[in-house]
């Protein structure tokens, strides 16, 4: 594997090389923890903040991840092989059953994945793998299944072809071996080819009678469809439709001053009837597809550039064997990878939050670089207010969103009480957010990590279910030092409000603090 035996400190001569590589690194099959990983020379690990894997060695043809202590976190078991020659290697954890992957990151991904983006892995503490799934749908559905093993080694699909609305067919494995059933509704069913002729929206009433009637047939398809919530005690995630990237309304509509409705306006109202129907089943949850190819960008994932408003499919090539036409990927550059890594990482994301894995039930905030820009004991109770441009306030509003599901939140910080209170009015403009909006402040000269612990006391929260928002990197080592089990944020402020309000660990659901 290495040809290198054994390596502490600067290496004679590795191979493969690992040290001038930046890294992917996360549980097998899951989500990376970070895409920023480097294993210098030296020995340290950087790009990666977390006390289990502080330094590396290689014995015995093995990298070994080390802690801040010396203690063995990981070994490498084997060589992960990747068609485009990146560097892969396979990981077993020291203490837990669990495999991970260290993988070299590919150039275009430096920084945040579009996945890592939509659906934050930094709370997560156990990986949700899929082994699993059986997806019944259209060619998206069929893409899925397709590309389910090379996204997400290990996990393994079935796929019923489903055009038009029917009742579904038995499955062909035993129930108990599906993690989840995914279903994608095909809106060529839906909204049949009438939309096709597009001089028909010049017609009164025609665009209002389609609608209509799609609705009437995405009833009955659903109730198709979700038959399937029957077979047993199976989550059911269900995908919307994509709505088309322009509008195409008829001219005569502008010339005569009406407002008239085009396939998109249809298809934003089904996705709103879509979701009504799916919140009737207790185990069925939305994929908001939609959502995610807007974030890639459209015009890399979805084929109406090329095909009917109604087809709602991924925009790829591998179809079509017109050896005279230029290859598709000349003039568009598909995202297909990145729209099934979101697409399946959406798939996990969701899974999470159904059977509540690693939830959060309270988020405790800093003062100082956390919750206003700057540090407030060097503000004169006279002096100027404090510049907020360009500071992220939006953490704000994200305190009131997560108390309006059921996640208690509290401050954390050293100094006086009094002060603190007489600086705030001036601080936090407008007043979006006042102290008496937490459930409980610790605002005094205590040490940060006996605060943390009356703050979990007082809220009956283990501190395993508690996240802490620092910016000082020092307190957040101390905090966690004293709570190997807490959670912790603020490195970087510009993340906090993305990763605690888009995190599947935060979606409560859970009986709040009080």
């Known amino acids: 594997m290495l040809e290198t035996k054994t390596f502490r400190g600067a290496p004679i001569r590795i191979h493969p090389p690992v040290t001038d590589r930046v890294w992917a690194f996360g549980p097998l099959g899951g989500a990376p923890l970070t895409r920023t990983l480097m294993l210098c020379p030296s020995g340290r690990i950087t790009g990666y903040a977390h006390e289990a ?96 093993g090379t996204h997400l080694p290990g996990a393994v699909s079935d796929y019923v072809e489903y055009e038009f609305s029917a009742p579904l067919p038995d499955p062909k494995a035993p129930l108990a071996d599906y993690d989840a059933i995914v279903i994608q509704p095909p809106l060529r069913a839906v909204l049949e080819d009438g939309v096709i002729w597009a001089e028909r929206f010049n017609a009164p009433g025609f665009a209002a009678i389609t609608l209509a009637q799609a609705k009437a047939r995405l009833e009955t398809m659903m109730a198709h469809l979700l038959a399937c919530t029957e077979w047993g005690n199976i989550p059911v995630l269900v995908a919307n439709f994509m709505v088309p990237q322009m509008r195409t309304l008829p001219v005569a509509g502008h010339a005569m001053g009406q407002r008239l409705f085009d396939p998109g306006d249809i298809v934003r109202s089904l996705n709103m009837a879509l979701a009504g129907i799916i919140a009737r089943y207790t185990q069925a949850r939305l994929l908001d597809v939609d959502s995610v190819a807007g974030v890639i960008g459209k015009r890399y994932v979805q084929d109406d550039t090329v095909y009917f408003h109604s087809h709602n499919g991924a925009l790829f090539q591998d179809w079509d064997d017109c050896a005279t036409t230029p290859a598709i990927e000349t003039t568009y550059a598909p995202k297909r990878a990145s729209l099934m890594r979101c697409l399946f990482r959406q798939m996990v994301w969701t899974l999470r939050t159904i059977r509540h894995n690693d939830p959060v039930r309270a988020v405790v905030f800093g003062l100082d670089n956390s919750l206003w820009r700057g540090v407030a004991a060097n503000m004169a109770p006279d002096g100027p207010t404090p510049r ?109 409000r993305r990763i605690l309000l888009w995190s599947a660990e935060t979606q409560g659901g859970t009986a709040p603090a009080t």
């Open 53 to 148: 894997a502080r330094f590396w060695r290689i014995e015995n043809h093995q990298i070994l991840i080390l802690s801040e202590t010396g203690t063995l976190s990981w070994r490498t078991i084997r060589r992960e092989p990747r068609k485009d020659g990146r560097l892969a290697f396979a990981l077993e954890h020291a203490t837990q059953d669990a495999l991970f992957v260290l993988e070299e990151a590919p150039p275009e991904e430096a920084g945040l994945s579009d996945a890592e983006f939509l659906f934050p892995p930094e709370l997560e503490r156990h990986p949700t793998v899929l082994r699993r799934v059986l997806f019944i749908g259209a060619s998206l559905a069929a893409l899925c299944h397709e590309q389910l």
């Open 388 to 496: 907020q441009d360009g500071w992220p306030m939006g953490v704000w509003e994200a305190i009131h969103v997560l108390k309006g599901r059921g996640i208690a939140v509290a401050l954390c910080a050293q100094g006086d009480f009094e002060s603190m209170r007489a600086l705030w009015a001036r601080i936090v403009t407008p007043r979006f957010i006042q102290p008496d909006d937490f459930a409980c402040l610790r605002i005094d000269q205590a040490p940060v990590q006996e605060s943390m612990a009356v703050i979990c006391t007082e809220l009956a929260v283990p501190p395993e279910q508690v996240v802490l928002v620092e910016a000082c990197p020092t307190r957040r080592a101390l905090a966690q030092a004293a709570l190997p089990r807490l959670r912790v944020l603020g490195a970087d402020p510009y993340q906090t």
